[in-house]
């Protein structure tokens, strides 16, 4: 028999013992994701890709020897590898969570029935995972972009330093459970984070990147970019962690991957493409970040 301090009689009411039982555990959540189509596709599939994707981009880019080139190249590539990580981190359960949504939000009071037998749970299941790790993914999006457009290096500074804060306050809003109001709060500072670096791609970049002579791929980029990234920014607002209209975390999750399919490998195949064949036209030559009077290898 269990001793329970919270009981006069020391003994647990059969309440509150499921209340403890029904902790989910890491495992449970991997188990989850394992047994729920919907959700488990949109993690996995993911993962695939992103392995596939980087294969590609190495055996594509094998040739290209300019240094800034293989920078913009690497850049890019680190999209994907970060991608890995991220769905990784998913799947394992990791960086998920259930949380019991604030009194307003439109899943306050609901239940998550655990796909794979972990029995059902109060609150609704939340992938915050995602936007910690578009932390480390989308400034690689944004050096790939600045160098494309032959930015300066306080405005790439500028972007990314944002971009990480439209991250990092975009996980805060999907992990605020003390109050409806400061989830939205959040993703207020998010979106406004946001303006700055919407400012720089539409208004900054394409300037530098007239004097670059690299407009025509900037223009298609920056639109992808552009397009795409209010594509997040309305899905949260619709889905499970926002309005709730999109209730279902498997259908919230698979928004986000197919977006993610377009933003990241579409986007690095684009970027690479273009790479190998204008090498003249993003290079800086030879000497290119040198950090001493030494010839480096080109190897
Ligand atoms: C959130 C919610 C808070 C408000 C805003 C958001 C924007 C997210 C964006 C994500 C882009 C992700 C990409 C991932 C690829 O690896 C966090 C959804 C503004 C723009 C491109």
Redesign the pocket.
């Known amino acids: 028999m269990m001793y329970w301090h919270g009981s006069p009689n020391g003994y647990m009411s059969a309440l509150e013992l499921s209340e403890v039982v029904m902790q989910v555990s890491q495992s449970d959540l991997f188990e989850h994701v394992l047994n729920d189509v919907a959700l488990g596709s949109s993690i996995y599939v993911n993962i695939g890709l992103a392995g596939l994707t980087l294969l590609l981009f190495m055996f594509l880019a094998r040739n290209v020897s300019d240094p800034r080139g293989q920078l913009i190249v690497v850049s890019a590539m680190t999209?994907s590898a970060?991608?890995i990580v991220s769905y990784t981190g998913l799947a394992s359960g990791i960086t998920i969570g259930i949380l019991e949504m604030p009194e307003g939000h439109a899943l306050a009071g609901e239940t998550t029935t655990l796909a794979g037998g972990g029995g059902t749970v109060d609150g609704t299941i939340s992938l915050w995972g995602r936007?910690l790790t578009?932390a480390f993914?989308?400034p690689f999006?944004l050096l790939a972009l600045g160098l494309i457009a032959g930015s300066n290096l306080t405005k790439i500074f500028t972007a990314i330093v944002f971009d990480v804060g439209?991250?990092i306050?975009?996980?805060m809003?999907a992990l605020t459970t003390s109050a409806h109001l400061m989830r939205w709060f959040?993703?207020a500072i998010?979106?406004t984070?946001?303006l700055v670096v919407v400012y720089i791609l539409l208004v900054e970049w394409p300037e530098d990147a007239k004097a670059a002579g690299t407009v025509d791929i900037f223009n298609t980029l920056k639109i992808l970019?552009v397009v795409?990234?209010f594509g997040?920014?309305i899905?949260?607002a619709l889905g499970n962690e926002g309005a709730g209209i999109i209730a279902d975390a498997g259908i919230t999750s698979w928004g986000y991957s197919a977006?993610?399919v377009v933003?990241?490998y579409g986007f690095s195949f684009l970027v690479i493409n273009y790479v190998i064949n204008n090498v003249d036209r993003v290079s800086g030559g030879d000497q290119y970040g040198a950090t001493s009077d030494a010839i480096p290898a080109d190897d």
């Open positions: 999209v970060v991608s936007y578009w993914s989308t999006i439209i991250m306050t975009g996980m809003a959040w993703y998010s979106c984070f946001f970019t795409l990234w997040y920014t899905w949260w977006f993610d933003a990241k």
